[in-house]
């Protein structure tokens, strides 16, 4: 969808007569994207490319590749970029042997001045994407799955990613899991948290409410509330 709607406004902006105001709705609104794509394509020149879907949220866009991998890059330049991937890279290379769930695998690759991550495609829906009613049906479930996850994480120290610890807290998170849970959609079954750029050292507190914070859906949903139940659940029984 989002490749469709960037694609039009693209065709859009040749309506707009002034070069550098064209240019810069190019670059501040559409992210440069097709040059970004053109320098992956060109990443990608002996893969047989079958299938393009662009996908856009918090710092990056992204494009996945025949539905087998994701390349993300930052929509607009940033000195410390490649820091950032750095560290994201660091924190799930740490916890992937401690989580259960499915996490980026992270790759970093800088082609023409352009640094793109690449990691596998978890195949699969997003939880926020489903209606109102399938998240009330499937909550007790996806409560306890998220509750592990929260559980492991926190619980868990990895060795070498001390330096990482530059804010106040109480133990490591993921802190923006309420719009990057994939859910299979064959079981209903939570398989991987995506996209780790905020991933850190900050308080439980925040992981809980981090869980429903952008999505009125499943704020409306309770299960928050049911999240937090579980993991009291899993603290007692360890």
């Known amino acids: 969808m989002w490749k469709l709607i960037f694609d039009l406004r693209y065709a859009l902006s040749f309506f707009i007569f002034n070069k550098e105001k064209r240019q810069n709705f190019r670059v501040n609104k559409l992210y440069d994207y097709r040059k970004k794509l053109n320098v992956l394509r060109n990443m990608c020149s002996n893969i047989k490319i079958k299938k393009i879907k662009m996908i856009k949220g918090g710092w990056n866009i992204g494009f996945i590749i025949n539905d ?67 998240i009330m049906k499937h909550r007790e479930k996806w409560a306890q799955q998220i509750a592990k996850f929260i559980y492991d994480m926190h619980n868990t120290f990895p060795d070498k990613i001390d330096d990482l610890i530059t804010t106040k807290g109480d133990s490591w998170g993921h802190n923006d899991i309420c719009n990057n849970i994939i859910v299979d959609t064959k079981t209903m079954n939570i398989i991987g948290i995506i996209d780790w750029e905020y991933a850190g050292w900050d308080y439980l507190e925040t992981e809980f409410i981090n869980c429903t914070r952008f999505s009125s859906k499943l704020r409306k949903s309770d299960i928050d509330q049911i999240i937090r139940k579980e993991y009291e659940k899993l603290k007692h029984n360890c």
């Not at 993300?72 to 490649?82: L, M, T, W």
């Not at 992937?96 to 352009?114: K, V, W």
């Not at 495609?121 to 399938?134: A, D, E, K, V």
């Open 68 to 134: 087998e991998f994701v390349y993300k890059i930052k929509k607009r330049f940033d000195s410390n970029y490649a820091q950032n991937i750095i560290k994201e890279k660091r924190m799930t290379d740490a916890f992937r042997n401690h989580i259960s769930l499915q996490i980026p695998h992270i790759q970093i690759i800088e082609s023409d001045g352009y640094i793109f991550y690449k990691y596998k495609f978890i195949p699969g829906h997003n939880l926020n994407t489903f209606p109102l009613h399938i």
